[in-house]
């Protein structure tokens, strides 16, 4: 049974057989038939985690815990309005407060960071919040939408699908419609840089 976890950068969670390279959390979404509800979040803390961390393992969705979600890599994932976990990813959560703070100003906790992105993220009808920009002003790491979802990387954009990136086009020009929520837009301009899915990398190459 392929269970639905995956979460794509257009928001949806669906059930695709292609393992992702990072999971996450945003509470007890299944239910004991190991499908999910209607709900697609149970607290505004979207975290993005390591697929392991200290020998640790877990079921995707084991009872009455949380339910795991995947990722193909951290562009998707902030998209999608996840942040770096502060326990299993803790120097990337470093780097991602670091990058934050630079472009929103200071915080004291992670729970101002989701306190201030979970707007941007959805709607109370849990539609995903987009966002219009000029293409050549997106930083490395954020996700478009055109004819299918794109990764923006330096003078390319790379065509997403579930399984991995699988051509890459010069970056588009003009007016686009941004997947990945503005604050963290501006968090990627301060110099977050997301880990990229293998594929990525070897079009980029």
């Not at 906790?109 to 987009?130: E, F, G, N, Y």
């Not at 503005?182 to 990229?196: D, E, F, K, S």
Request: include cysteine; aromatic fraction near 6%; charged fraction near 20%.
């Amino acid at each position: 049974m392929t269970l639905q976890n995956r979460v794509l950068p257009t928001g949806e969670i669906v059930a695709h057989p292609a393992r992702g390279s990072l999971t996450g959390n945003r509470g007890i979404l299944h239910r004991a038939d190991l499908t999910l509800g209607t709900a697609r979040w149970k607290h505004p803390h979207w975290v993005c985690c390591a697929l392991e961390f200290r020998g640790r393992h877990r079921l995707p969705m084991p009872p009455n815990a949380w339910t795991a979600l995947f990722f193909l890599d951290e562009s998707v994932a902030l998209a999608a309005g996840h942040r770096p976990c502060h326990q299993c990813r803790h120097a990337d959560a470093k780097r991602f407060r670091a990058a934050w703070q630079a472009a929103h100003g200071p915080v004291t906790s992670t729970k101002d960071i989701d306190r201030a992105l979970h707007p941007a993220r959805v709607t109370r009808a849990r539609q995903q919040l987009r966002h219009s920009a000029p293409a050549e002003t997106l930083p490395d790491g954020s996700l478009i939408l055109t004819d299918a979802p794109y990764l923006i990387w330096q003078d390319r954009a790379l065509r997403y699908s579930p399984a991995g990136y699988t051509a890459a086009a010069p970056r588009p020009t003009g007016p686009v419609t941004v997947l990945t929520p503005a604050p963290l837009v501006a968090t990627l301009v301060q110099g977050y840089g997301p880990a990229l899915h293998p594929t990525a990398r070897a079009l980029l190459d």
